[in-house]
């Protein structure tokens, strides 16, 4: 039997709930947990990833955003990341990269023109984005051992990065969303911001997605409307919805978005996430 990993802030909750846990109950549960993905909302783009062999993976770690009441908090609790994916430049999605980076020793997993804008205009650290960790469209990164792969697909948007409010924005080549595959997990398909588009439904044709996370917000992104046609183009087994409600701009609700996946006959679960809230995924869900 290989090394079986757990985070003990996990097993330590699960103790003090019940200090008379059985130690073969706690042997189930390590069992449970490491054959598990963990998913972590941290509103607005912002996701921690959990794989099944212990990596830390984040998307788009804009952790300090305005609706995630702990976001400091969190972003200081953080001590092992393993790599940082990011979609694009822009300032709401690059978020905390940087910081993070620097103290953890993550890698940044973006694409090649994203990465130098990071490590030339933000001062990411140059030897955590070398070749090994950054692509372009359609190519796929083995990541981790073998724990993750990463494969850049299209999304319609702009991006570029800033270096401070009297700085103009520098070039980041183009946006992309990520098919993200985890070793005994699942596969999932984050669209990052982009518009609806016909060629969305190809991103199905090389994997079954699992889990989609989806913009709705509008105005930047899609609404409920299109992301709803997005869905239903790759349909996928599940789908959370992302990128709303940030910002009074951004006026595309989860109740519009439901009701616009009904109208279609969609048939994906529909999972809304609180902010803050962790969900898991086995390798079969």
Same mark, same amino acid.
């Given at each position: 039997?290989?090394?079986?990993?757990?985070?003990?802030?996990?097993?330590?909750?699960?103790?003090?709930?019940?200090?008379?846990?059985?130690?073969?109950?706690?042997?189930?549960?390590? +069992? &449970?947990? $490491?054959?598990?993905?963990? @998913?972590?909302?941290?509103?607005?783009?912002?996701?921690?990833? +959990? &794989?099944? $062999?212990?990596?830390?993976? @984040?998307?788009d770690p804009w952790l300090t955003n305005p609706v995630f009441e702990n976001g400091k908090g969190e972003l200081a609790a953080l001590k092992r990341v393993d790599a940082i994916l990011l979609t694009h430049g822009h300032g709401d999605h690059v978020g905390d990269a940087v910081e993070i980076g620097k103290r953890t020793g993550a890698k940044l997993i973006s694409n090649y023109d994203l990465a130098e804008a990071m490590k030339l205009v933000l001062g990411y650290p140059a030897k955590q984005a070398d070749n090994d960790t950054t692509g372009h469209m359609g190519g796929q990164l083995n990541l981790l051992n073998g724990d993750v792969s990463v494969c850049f697909v299209p999304a319609f948007h702009g991006s570029a990065v800033v270096k401070d409010d009297k700085s103009p924005p520098v070039y980041a080549g183009n946006p992309t969303g990520l098919v993200i595959a985890i070793r005994n997990g699942p596969t999932i398909y984050?669209?990052?911001?982009?518009?609806?588009?016909?060629?969305?439904?190809?991103?199905s044709d090389y994997n079954k997605i699992d889990i989609m996370l989806v913009c709705i917000g509008d105005h930047f992104t899609m609404g409920p409307i299109r992301a709803a046609d997005a869905v239903k183009a790759v349909n996928p087994r599940a789908v959370i919805p992302m990128h709303f409600g940030t910002f009074p701009v951004l006026t595309g609700t989860p109740e519009s978005f439901e009701r616009e996946l009904k109208e279609r006959g969609v048939k994906t679960k529909l999972h809304v996430m609180k902010i803050g809230e962790t969900i898991t995924f086995s390798e079969h869900d």
């Amino acid at each position: 039997m290989g090394v079986v990993v757990i985070h003990m802030s996990i097993l330590a909750r699960v103790c003090l709930a019940n200090k008379r846990f059985a130690p073969n109950d706690v042997f189930a549960f390590v +069992i &449970t947990m $490491a054959s598990q993905t963990q @998913l972590t909302w941290y509103g607005h783009a912002a996701f921690k990833l +959990i &794989t099944p $062999a212990g990596n830390v993976v @984040l998307i788009d770690p804009w952790l300090t955003n305005p609706v995630f009441e702990n976001g400091k908090g969190e972003l200081a609790a953080l001590k092992r990341v393993d790599a940082i994916l990011l979609t694009h430049g822009h300032g709401d999605h690059v978020g905390d990269a940087v910081e993070i980076g620097k103290r953890t020793g993550a890698k940044l997993i973006s694409n090649y023109d994203l990465a130098e804008a990071m490590k030339l205009v933000l001062g990411y650290p140059a030897k955590q984005a070398d070749n090994d960790t950054t692509g372009h469209m359609g190519g796929q990164l083995n990541l981790l051992n073998g724990d993750v792969s990463v494969c850049f697909v299209p999304a319609f948007h702009g991006s570029a990065v800033v270096k401070d409010d009297k700085s103009p924005p520098v070039y980041a080549g183009n946006p992309t969303g990520l098919v993200i595959a985890i070793r005994n997990g699942p596969t999932i398909y984050d669209t990052g911001d982009t518009a609806f588009f016909s060629d969305i439904a190809r991103v199905s044709d090389y994997n079954k997605i699992d889990i989609m996370l989806v913009c709705i917000g509008d105005h930047f992104t899609m609404g409920p409307i299109r992301a709803a046609d997005a869905v239903k183009a790759v349909n996928p087994r599940a789908v959370i919805p992302m990128h709303f409600g940030t910002f009074p701009v951004l006026t595309g609700t989860p109740e519009s978005f439901e009701r616009e996946l009904k109208e279609r006959g969609v048939k994906t679960k529909l999972h809304v996430m609180k902010i803050g809230e962790t969900i898991t995924f086995s390798e079969h869900d």
